[in-house]
């Protein structure tokens, strides 16, 4: 017999109309006792130092027969189901996440979002779901969170209580903790793909034509340098990720994150990240500093992960002294919006640019803006395609070339809408056919319409 029948039993014995779903709070609560008791009779007999020169599923196999053993000497009466779990779960806080494992094993789920250890959400197809997942209590996570940052060598407590990390996988990580969290830990994991995303899946998923997908290409190839804008959560990285894929294999990069989780696949990729400051507050190493050093490094392209402060005037820099096709993202709303952003950074490297001098560097290294943006249904799609062509007096001027136009909302809550051109014939049509890289007239035919 169950734990869960046990408890329904009794509970009938003494009201025949009680509520069941107190009862299953009960359940919940006596079976995280139960294995919070197991997990530390386990861990009180465990060699922690032998087991670490153990393979993982040595590992796995050692812990299953202890837990057994446990049980049973325990004299526990539990059914299969209820063994298997303990077994499975125990194994998980021992070797992983703890609660956090089934979630990370989840292929559909994007985003894990803890919200103190009583509720987690996650985010699956672009949407927030709440699942039953919790942690037995603040320090259980806290362990958790712990075993996440160390790994890597960072650390999070009182004095500094916020971190970025990243799991094994890639996964980005940011922890926060009390005081600054009220309420409790809070932990947001950004999930990395096993299988990198290509450029056909996002034609797939309609998330932009084939031809927004040529033009895309040719930028790539043709080194014109490009800037991807978007919202948090919109797709920047994994559109970066996917146009890395168009660098010829014969070029030298090096990319720039705060929190490594590029999946480069040419051979010849020298990965930078950046070092937050130790307790003392020294040791601190920045994007700005990073790319300092990566040009003299001899690199081919630079790809900065996110664009946040005074590298902005670095990475300019870079793009107009023969990095051309240097690839970037920023947080922004619009194609102009990120301009604004860009001279907003640019200003922030406290050289005192006049404005009209910042702007003729965004013009000079940038030939285009790609926008990406998470839309209401949850689907992310390139939004715009716009191309930097010069100045007008203290003016930068754009042209959208490609657009995604929402029509409407379907009854289901899917957006509809549809891709065009502009019409409008861009500038770097010719600096990519003197490239070898011709583009047809075709791609930028406003008639045709891509109805999603």
């Avoid at 168009?246 to 999946?263: G, K, N, S, V």
Wanted: glycine share 6%; net charge negative; proline share 5%.
């Amino acid at each position: 017999m169950s734990i869960r029948e046990r408890l329904k039993n009794e509970e009938q014995t003494k009201a025949p109309n009680s509520d069941w779903n107190a009862v299953g709070s009960q359940h919940a609560n006596l079976y995280q006792k139960l294995k919070t008791d197991i997990h530390q009779k386990l861990l009180d007999q465990l060699d922690l130092t032998a087991i670490e020169n153990l393979p993982p599923a040595q590992l796995l196999a050692e812990i299953k027969i202890m837990v057994e053993r446990l049980l049973i000497e325990e004299n526990i009466p539990i059914n299969a189901d209820e063994r298997n779990s303990i077994i499975r779960d125990i194994q998980h806080e021992v070797i992983g996440l703890g609660p956090l494992e089934p979630l990370l094993a989840d292929p559909s789920v994007s985003d894990i979002l803890v919200n103190t250890h009583r509720q987690i959400y996650v985010e699956r197809h672009g949407l927030l779901e709440l699942t039953d997942v919790h942690f037995a209590d603040e320090d259980h996570l806290r362990k958790i969170i712990d075993r996440i940052v160390s790994r890597i060598g960072r650390r999070v407590d009182e004095s500094s209580p916020m971190v970025d990390a990243r799991l094994q996988d890639g996964s980005r990580v940011n922890a926060i903790i009390p005081p600054l969290a009220i309420d409790g830990s809070m932990l947001s994991i950004r999930r990395f793909s096993a299988d990198p995303l290509k450029m056909q899946n996002l034609i797939d998923y309609k998330s932009l034509t084939p031809e927004m997908a040529e033009i895309i290409a040719g930028l790539v190839k043709g080194r014109c340098s490009v800037l991807i804008s978007g919202g948090t959560g919109s797709g920047k990285t994994t559109m970066l990720n996917i146009m890395s894929g168009f660098i010829p294999i014969t070029e030298r990069i090096i990319t720039i994150e705060d929190a490594a989780e590029l999946q480069l696949q040419q051979p010849h990729v020298v990965r930078l990240e950046t070092r937050p400051p130790n307790v003392e507050g020294k040791g601190e190493v920045s994007q700005r500093l990073l790319v300092k050093n990566t040009l003299r490094m001899r690199p081919d392209r630079i790809i900065i992960g996110e664009v946040r402060g005074a590298e902005a005037l670095d990475m300019l820099q870079a793009m107009n002294t023969g990095h051309e096709g240097s690839m970037a993202t920023v947080h922004a709303n619009t194609p102009r919006d990120a301009l604004g952003r860009i001279e907003n950074m640019v200003t922030m490297a406290g050289l005192n640019l006049p404005i009209k001098a910042a702007r003729q560097q965004m013009v000079s290294a940038i030939w285009v803006v790609i926008q990406v943006s998470r839309l209401p249904d949850g689907k992310r799609k390139v939004t715009s395609i716009e191309e930097i062509t010069g100045m007008e007096g203290d003016i930068i001027t754009t042209q959208e070339i490609y657009t995604f136009e929402q029509t409407g909302i379907a009854a289901d809550g899917k957006v509809q809408g549809c891709f065009h051109a502009s019409g409008i014939r861009p500038k770097f049509v010719e600096h990519l056919k003197i490239a070898g890289i011709p583009l047809r007239d075709e791609l930028f035919d406003p008639s045709k319409r891509w109805y999603v």
